[in-house]
């Protein structure tokens, strides 16, 4: 008899689930272990009752048309479902697409959006270049509940949030806020692409909506560009709506690739935590380190809530060097000094796979702006973002400690 895991699943710990959700090859007369690459664009109907049982979701045939979806992308959808404790779920061609196609779905013209200030620069080009072109307001909110709930007004459709944010991983009171924003009709969309499933789960939370870039720690191989959102079926078939018609969804090979990223998902996950925190704890204690910025140091300033809401401080340690002087020119020499004479990591964009990666916020996402620009958004010159990957922890303290004794 086939083994049936459902009732299983979702009281199991988070690798069982990594490993065994949204798997279920017991249709296939070849019962492959692993979703296969279903590389198809269409998917045959003898009969045309079969494609009303399809329409109906009488038949439990997955797929008509790969725009639509395929077997080996809702299994990882499904995978996903498990890991957020979400009804329903949509998979993207990235995360951009995840947080636009999240937007697209639930916003319309003279809609507003309330973002905190922090956050990766895409999703800011996203409302300032394009939403603002179709009609949907945006006003930046510091990090405070204060300031966020200032921010809303009677048009205030939803309130965005990264958990926590890039580059100095600062935190807002998710379960006050969650509060504030249903007494107020106003959704929450919450990209928690840095802490990932491991960490925090924004929908148990009672976040609306949440999206990862699964480029990043959930597939964690720095090889694939790809997306989700998550959350209740009625807002996920408004999105989901938006992405069948556009076709942003990843193709079955990507899909694979990132299941097959996601079995190892949380042993990967557990390390990026345990490495990070020794790289953090060691940074603060180098006197050519001006501050650290790590949720789970005592130092960071939202410590006490980092200790509430997160399982673990996640992969990435941002740190400020110390220049010559206090000068951004002074701080952009010193931070460009340490990441070419830092031999493991290598310096790109992306984050959370298992090469270490560097990145100087300065000359990488905001290098369009001048020194005093970037200032005014809160980016120093000296800071150095550090994905922490899975090369040996003392390895790359050691590096680090060449690097720094070099300036
Ligand atoms: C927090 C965060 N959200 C979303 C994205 C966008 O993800 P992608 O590059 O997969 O589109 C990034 C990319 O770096 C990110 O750091």
Redesign the pocket.
């Given at each position: 008899m086939a083994k049936d895991r459902k009732n299983l699943l979702p009281a199991s710990g988070i690798s069982t689930r990594s490993i065994h959700a949204g798997h279920d090859t017991h249709q296939d007369p070849h019962r492959p272990l692993i979703t296969p690459i279903y590389q198809t664009a269409s998917y045959a109907f003898d009969e045309v009752e079969g494609l009303w049982n399809f329409y109906g979701k009488k038949s439990t045939r997955l797929a008509e048309y790969a725009r639509y979806g395929t077997p080996t992308q809702r299994a990882l959808e499904e995978t996903l479902c498990s890991l957020e404790y979400a009804e329903d779920c949509i998979v993207m061609?990235?995360?951009?697409?995840?947080?636009a196609t999240a937007i697209c779905g639930l916003l319309g013209q003279g809609d507003h959006v309330v973002s905190l200030r922090e956050?990766?620069r895409?999703?800011f080009k996203l409302f300032d270049q394009h939403l603002a072109r179709f009609g949907i307001g945006i006003s930046y909110s510091d990090i405070s509940l204060e300031a966020i709930k200032a921010a809303c007004h009677a048009k205030t459709k939803l309130i965005f949030i990264?958990v926590p944010?890039?580059p100095y991983l600062r935190l807002v009171d998710i379960d006050a806020l969650v509060q504030f924003a249903r007494e107020r009709g106003i959704y929450t969309l919450v990209?928690a692409?840095?802490a990932s499933p491991m960490n925090f789960n924004a929908l148990k939370h009672g976040a609306d909506l949440v999206?990862?870039?699964?480029?990043?720690f959930l597939n964690g191989h720095n090889d694939v560009?790809?997306?989700a959102v998550l959350g209740s079926k009625e807002l996920i078939e408004k999105a989901r709506s938006f992405r069948n018609l556009f076709g942003s969804n990843p193709d079955p090979h990507q899909c694979y690739l990132i299941s097959r990223g996601i079995k190892s998902f949380a042993v990967r996950m557990r390390e990026h935590n345990r490495s990070a925190l020794e790289i953090a704890s060691f940074l603060e204690a180098q006197p050519q380190i001006e501050k650290v910025w790590y949720p789970l140091l005592a130092s960071h300033p939202d410590h006490a809530l980092a200790q509430r809401l997160l399982a673990g401080g996640g992969g990435i340690v941002s740190f400020q060097v110390k220049g010559k002087d206090s000068s951004q020119a002074a701080g952009l020499a010193a931070s460009t000094h340490v990441v070419e004479a830092l031999k493991i990591p290598t310096i790109g964009?992306?984050?959370?796979g298992v090469e270490s990666l560097i990145h100087q916020p300065s000359v990488m996402?905001y290098a369009d702006m001048d020194a005093d620009a970037r200032l005014k958004e809160g980016i120093h010159d000296n800071l150095i973002r550090f994905s922490v990957g899975l090369e040996d922890t003392a390895d790359l303290i050691a590096d680090l400690k060449q690097a720094l004794a070099s300036l």
């Open positions: 061609s990235s995360g951009m697409n995840a947080i956050g990766y895409g999703t990264e944010t890039n990209d692409t840095f999206t990862h870039s699964l480029t990043k560009i790809a997306g964009a992306s984050l959370g996402s």
